[in-house]
């Protein structure tokens, strides 16, 4: 066995990057399931695994990690990953950890609840980074730090599938971010993409899912129009 451990739930966009980058890289690890919604992760019992009480969690024996974007390069580092997923050219790294920094300040909007009170700022966000990817990262490049996919890609690809596991097509009217999502699974490997995502993208409770089918409403509407 591995000394390897993940804790992880799938229904969290940064458990899916974490368990989609071992599987695809071949790191041996255990898998522990924490289930959210049955609040696993607020037991004692798991506290004493992490006091923030959040996953993923990464365990190398008794060294614990307990941030996504730190648990990924931390793989990338023991395990000596495929160099296009963190660069070791300066240049090129530097695209990637620009990424990292910008996701960490503007795209994880949707991992709570939304209410309805904070909706029409959540989607007015939520078109500006639309745009934002596509202008400041994607530009004319294949994937979002270069012509190689990179941690930038994974990072950001399972942020945006929780909005459309709500129901809502958000590459509909973004053809250019359609055809990088499509790269993005293709060098992921189709199987693994579908499995990393098959939980949230079947949830049929509509309380399991962080969008209200009010609030799908008010994204289709405003998706119509978003910033070109």
């Known amino acids: 066995m591995s000394d390897l451990e993940l804790y992880l739930d799938l229904l969290s966009q940064p458990c899916r990057a974490v368990y989609i980058f071992a599987k695809l890289n071949e790191i041996p690890f255990s898998f522990h399931k924490v289930n959210l919604f049955k609040?696993?992760?607020?037991?004692?019992?798991?506290?004493?695994?992490n006091s923030l009480l959040n996953v993923p969690v990464?365990?190398?024996?008794?060294?614990?990690v307990t941030e996504s974007n730190?648990?990924?390069?931390?793989?990338?580092?023991?395990?000596?990953?495929?160099?296009?997923w963190y660069p070791s050219d300066i240049q090129k790294c530097s695209r990637v950890d620009e990424y990292l920094?910008?996701?960490?300040?503007?795209?994880?909007?949707?991992?709570?609840?939304?209410?309805?009170?904070?909706?029409?700022?959540?989607?007015?966000?939520?078109?500006?980074?639309?745009?934002?990817?596509?202008?400041?990262?994607?530009?004319?490049?294949?994937?979002?730090?270069?012509?190689?996919?990179?941690?930038?890609d994974l990072i950001a690809v399972v942020e945006i599938m929780q909005v459309?596991?709500?129901?809502?097509?958000?590459?509909?009217?973004?053809?250019?971010?359609?055809?990088?999502?499509?790269?993005?699974?293709?060098?992921?490997?189709?199987?693994?993409?579908r499995e990393a995502h098959e939980s949230i993208l079947n949830i049929k409770?509509?309380?399991?899912?962080?969008?209200s089918s009010e609030l799908k409403k008010l994204f289709k509407r405003r998706l119509l129009k978003l910033l070109k």
């Open 39 to 49: 609040g696993e992760h607020l037991t004692g019992v798991f506290a004493r695994i």
């Open 58 to 64: 990464l365990k190398d024996g008794n060294f614990k």
């Open 70 to 84: 730190s648990m990924l390069l931390y793989m990338v580092r023991k395990y000596k990953t495929p160099d296009h």
């Open 101 to 152: 920094a910008w996701h960490s300040a503007r795209l994880p909007l949707l991992g709570t609840s939304t209410t309805p009170e904070k909706v029409h700022h959540v989607l007015a966000e939520f078109d500006i980074i639309l745009t934002q990817i596509e202008k400041l990262f994607l530009k004319d490049h294949l994937f979002l730090a270069g012509d190689e996919i990179s941690l930038a």
């Open 164 to 193: 459309v596991a709500s129901g809502v097509n958000v590459f509909e009217d973004r053809p250019k971010l359609g055809a990088w999502k499509e790269r993005v699974e293709e060098a992921v490997g189709s199987d693994l993409f």
């Open 205 to 211: 409770e509509q309380h399991l899912i962080s969008l």
